[in-house]
C-alpha cells in the first residue's frame, strides 16, 4: 500500500510540473531536452490531457524556432489525443486540455502561414473560431487572426470617443506579470506626448481570479483590479482602464500584454501581443501618416 501510494504521489507532482518543466526548456531554446522530457510524462501517462498541454508547448517552441514542418507533427499528435478526451469531457471543465486545443489551433495556423500558406491559415481560423466558447480558445485564436490580418484594417471595438484621434492600447490584465513590466515604457510615452494628439487607453476584464478568494464575485474582482492599479500602475496616472470585454475578445488578448496603435483614421498601424521598450513605441508612434507633436 505504502509502495503504491508514493508511486501515485510521484505521478501526481509529475503531472503538476511536466509543463512548466517542458516551458522551461524551451524558454532556453532546448527543445531537445523538452521533448524527452515531455516524451518520458507522456509514456507514463498516455493520452492525457497533461500530455498534451506539454506537446502543445513542444509544438509552439517548434515553431517559433523556426521549424514548421516539426511543429505540425507535434499539433497533430495534440490533435489525436484531444479528440479522444473531448469525447467524455468539456474543454472548460479541464485547464490542461483548455491550453491544448487553443494552442494546438494557434500553432498550427502561424506553422502554415510560416510555410507560406497563409490563406488558408486564416480560413482555418476563422472555421474554428465559432466552435469554441471558452474566452481563453477564442482570444487565441482572435489573436492569431489579428497577428496575420489586422494591420493596415479598421480598428474593431473602436469606442467612438477615440475617433479623430491616435489611440495607443494597452490591454491588461490584473494578474499579468508582464503587463506591470510595460508600466515603464508607457510612463516615457505619456510624459512625452500631449494626451491631445496620442490618446492611450488600459482596457482589461474580468478573468474569475482574486488571490485568496475560491469564487470572487464581480464585485470583488473589481476592487482587486483597482486595487492592482493604483499599486502598480500608478505611473500612469489618470490613464483610462475601463473594463471592457468586447475589446479584449476583439483585440484577442491572452497571457501578454496587448500593445495597439490606431491612428486618426482608425486604422491599425501596429498589433503585437508582446513588451516593447519605450524606443520601440517611439518608432511606430513617429510613423503615424499624420505625425504627432510631442509636448
Not at 507532482?13 to 532546448?30: F, H, I, T, W, Y
Not at 492525457?48 to 499528435?77: F, H, K, N
Not at 484621434?165 to 506579470?177: E, T
Request: aromatic share 6%; net charge positive; hydrophobic share 45%.
Amino acid at each position: 500500500m505504502r509502495l503504491f501510494t508514493g508511486l501515485f504521489l510521484l505521478a501526481t507532482a509529475a503531472s503538476a510540473a511536466v509543463v512548466a518543466d517542458v516551458r522551461g526548456k524551451l524558454s532556453a531554446g532546448d527543445l531537445t531536452s523538452a521533448d524527452a522530457t515531455a516524451a518520458d510524462f507522456c509514456a507514463a501517462q498516455p493520452g492525457t490531457s497533461e500530455c498534451a498541454a506539454a506537446l502543445s508547448w513542444l509544438a509552439r517552441g517548434a515553431q517559433m524556432l523556426g521549424q514548421p514542418v516539426v511543429a505540425l507533427d507535434y499539433v497533430a499528435r495534440v490533435r489525436a489525443i484531444t479528440a479522444q478526451i473531448l469525447t467524455r469531457t468539456k474543454v472548460e471543465d479541464d485547464a490542461f486540455l483548455l491550453t491544448a486545443v487553443g494552442a494546438s489551433i494557434e500553432t498550427r495556423a502561424r506553422a502554415m502561414a510560416d510555410r507560406g500558406q497563409r490563406d488558408r491559415a486564416i480560413k482555418l481560423l476563422k472555421e474554428e473560431l465559432p466552435n469554441w466558447k471558452p474566452y481563453g480558445i477564442r482570444a487565441r485564436i482572435q489573436k492569431t487572426l489579428n497577428v496575420l490580418t489586422l494591420e493596415g484594417q479598421p480598428a474593431p471595438a473602436l469606442d467612438p470617443a477615440w475617433q479623430g484621434k491616435p489611440v495607443l492600447l494597452f490591454l491588461w490584465a490584473h494578474w499579468c506579470g508582464d503587463c506591470k513590466a510595460q508600466v515603464a515604457a508607457l510612463a516615457q510615452i505619456r510624459a512625452k506626448y500631449n494626451p491631445e494628439r496620442l490618446t492611450i487607453v488600459a482596457p482589461t476584464r474580468r478573468y474569475g481570479t482574486v488571490p485568496g478568494v475560491e469564487k470572487p464575485t464581480e464585485a470583488q474582482e473589481d476592487v482587486q483590479i483597482a486595487k492592482v492599479w493604483q499599486e502598480s500602475y500608478a505611473a500612469l496616472g489618470d490613464t483610462p482602464h475601463p473594463i471592457d470585454d468586447a475589446a479584449m475578445e476583439a483585440y484577442g488578448v491572452t497571457s501578454t500584454p496587448t500593445i495597439v496603435l490606431i491612428d486618426r483614421q482608425g486604422i491599425v498601424r501596429l498589433y503585437r501581443p508582446s513588451r516593447f521598450s519605450a524606443a520601440e513605441l517611439e518608432k511606430y508612434i513617429s510613423a503615424l501618416p499624420s505625425g504627432l507633436r510631442t509636448r
